[in-house]
């Protein structure tokens, strides 16, 4: 009899676990969303996966963007390309729930994701070989930028005097701005400076301007919680 009741509460407390483990949590904001997985629809490693990966992921965290010349012996394309390559690995294994959507979903992230390593890489070595941003993303959509880095010189410097200008027209003091423009300006090599903040504030903030749209957030959040019978939100 003894064994029966030890048996029931051990069957007891799996079925428990298990159900706890049908129960995903977690933030938005301020506000903690607990659910209910649809056990017909997903399994709780498959939300966790879809959770972390577009929601929580870390972004990849290798300097590839100088803000100045001492910047750059902390950038390298190895460093870049090991990262990338853990994280494209992580993300192909990982399990989604089935369905168009999701397999659609991953594989925009990983397109993304791998556009994003691309131009991380390839804007290291542009800095000291521009050639290397042509054929890239958006390099025609980006082509003041990418032409004035390859051609160098007085073209180069012009372009990056044109940036500056524009950025001290909605200054509010542009003195200081003005000041360390020509403190770089009349350095012994402003080429170089060029080359860095052209790569920075005119040749990125152009990528990011022009970058697809890979995820839609509000039909996310509609398909995400097509994967739960219910959700409670509490918000603090």
């Known amino acids: 009899m003894k064994k029966l009741v030890v048996l029931t509460l051990s069957l007891l407390s799996f ?48 300097p590839f963007l100088a803000y100045q010349p001492k910047d750059t012996a902390y950038m390298n394309v190895k460093g870049i390309r090991s990262e990338c390559g853990n994280f494209i690995t992580e993300l192909e294994q990982m399990e989604y729930p089935k369905g168009e959507y999701w397999t659609n979903l991953k594989k925009a992230r990983l397109d993304n994701l791998k556009e994003q390593c691309l131009l991380h890489e390839k804007a290291v070595i542009a800095l000291t070989q521009p050639k290397a941003l042509r054929g890239t993303p ?26 500056h ?14 000041m360390a423009f020509e403190q770089r300006w009349n350095s012994p090599n402003p080429e170089f400076w060029a080359r860095i903040e052209l790569l920075r504030y005119g040749w990125w903030n152009c990528v990011l301007q022009h970058q697809k749209v890979w995820l839609n957030v509000n039909q996310y959040n509609q398909e995400f919680r097509k994967l739960m019978t219910s959700v409670q939100i509490n918000c603090h």
């Open 165 to 178: 200008d524009r950025e001290i027209e909605g200054a509010l003091d542009p003195n200081p701005i003005n």
């Open 138 to 163: 958006y390099c025609k959509e980006c082509a003041q930028y990418t032409d004035a880095l390859e051609k160098g010189g007085k073209t180069l410097l012009n372009a990056w005097k044109a940036l």
């Open 15 to 62: 079925s428990a676990s298990l159900k706890a483990q049908e129960v995903f949590e977690w933030f938005e904001g301020s506000c903690l969303s607990r659910s209910q997985i649809d056990s017909s629809k997903a399994t709780y490693l498959q939300v966790q996966n879809v959770h972390f990966t577009i929601i929580q992921a870390s972004e990849l965290s290798q």
